[in-house]
């Protein structure tokens, strides 16, 4: 009898588990792709989040991807032909739109959308996929009830990496200024995967953008923002604090939270908080409704309860109507879209200089 909360192991699964490391090799740590191995693949080693290190002689052949942050990177990297299964899927509309068409050949290993719920993969349907690496963005991904853990994939032989760019608490060590984990997480998958190259190039082209704005801000004053996420309620708000990948993008833009100071990724406020940090713009951040025109009107309402809310009336931001959009999944997943993030907001801060 299985322990409890452990990876499922029949007999049955143990041979699809087993099947799919012998006909894939590399993170089997024995090859039997002789050519992936001898060719031009060098064997690499990478830390994740909680600094498990996961090891390759060959690219994988059987990947999962437990949450559409990773899953969005992975398809960046051109390496979407290897994703055998993902867990929650995307809403749809929301991802981008060239990749819609391979997005919708994938199975979905956690069931259809189901909005403003997560559910984890659960490991029998995690074990059928064969996989021989599982890629997770946040650690509720491997930790919820009815997950695989790390260490249950670990014990089957099966390496798997927790990225650090979105809620990695451990690899946030000082405030997030620059995009450098989205970075890391890029170049870690790209040279798993064999495509470092592919990596470099993604990375350069962020820089570039990037950088660009930086040189068309010069020495413009930060604007100080409030990043309002409507979506997490308003009865009492959560200010992403300098650990979240909102910051780097405000900063970036030529932007200042007024929670700056906070050393940690979310943290509970009230709203007479806010009004005494007298922010000249609010930030609002919505969840991609995957319809531009329920996207616009969820900013609109956004948007209507800060313009007549009692307590921000006093604000620089509210008597000078000053508000910037972003959507969640640019702005605040930490991915390549950060970029463009960066740039429609240095564009809403700063319209005479980023245009």
């Known amino acids: 009898m299985p322990v409890k909360n452990r990876f499922p192991r029949p007999r049955t699964l143990i041979v699809l588990l087993l099947g799919a490391l012998c006909a894939c090799g590399g993170p089997s740590g024995v090859p039997d792709d002789t050519k992936a191995a001898a060719g031009n693949y060098a064997p690499v080693t990478v830390s994740d989040c909680g600094g498990r290190q996961a090891s390759f002689t060959a690219p994988p052949k059987r990947v999962v991807a437990l949450t559409n942050s990773v899953l969005e990177i992975l398809f960046w990297l051109g390496v979407q032909d290897k994703v055998v299964g993902i867990g929650s899927p995307p809403k749809p509309g929301t991802f981008p739109p060239r990749f819609e068409p391979d997005l919708a050949k994938i199975p979905k290993l956690a069931g259809e959308y189901a909005p403003g719920s997560y559910k984890p993969v659960p490991r029998e349907q995690l074990a059928a996929a064969r996989p021989d690496f599982v890629v997770g963005g946040f650690s509720s991904n491997f930790d919820s009830n009815g997950a695989t853990s790390q260490q249950e994939l ?85 200010a992403p604090g300098n650990r979240q990948g909102v910051n780097p993008v405000i900063t970036l833009a030529g932007g200042r939270s007024v929670f700056s100071d906070l050393d940690k990724a979310y943290q509970k406020v009230s709203w007479e908080q806010v009004a005494q940090r007298a922010p000249e713009a609010i930030l609002l951040i919505v969840y991609d409704k995957g319809v531009k025109a329920d996207t616009d009107a969820e900013f609109a309402k956004a948007e209507q309860f800060v313009r007549t809310f009692p307590g921000l009336s006093g604000t620089p931001a509210v008597k000078q109507g000053r508000f910037a959009r972003l959507v969640y999944e640019e702005g605040s997943n930490g991915g390549v879209r950060n970029a463009d993030a960066v740039v429609s907001l240095a564009h809403q801060l700063h319209p005479d200089r980023v245009r």
Do not use: N, W
């Not at 809620?167 to 997480?185: E, F, H, I, P």
């Not at 870690?188 to 190039?201: C, H, I, N, Q």
């Not at 040189?215 to 923002?225: E, R």
């Open 154 to 238: 670990a014990e089957e032989k099966i390496p798997s990496y927790l990225a650090v760019s979105t809620s990695c608490a451990a690899a946030a060590k000082s405030a997030l200024t620059g995009l450098d984990l989205v970075y890391r997480d890029i170049d870690s998958l790209g040279k798993v995967f064999g495509v470092p190259d592919r990596a470099a190039k993604l990375i350069a082209d962020m820089r570039r953008r990037t950088d660009g704005v930086t040189a068309k801000l010069g020495g413009a004053a930060p604007v100080s923002v409030f990043p309002f996420e409507f979506d997490e309620g308003t009865q009492t708000p959560y």
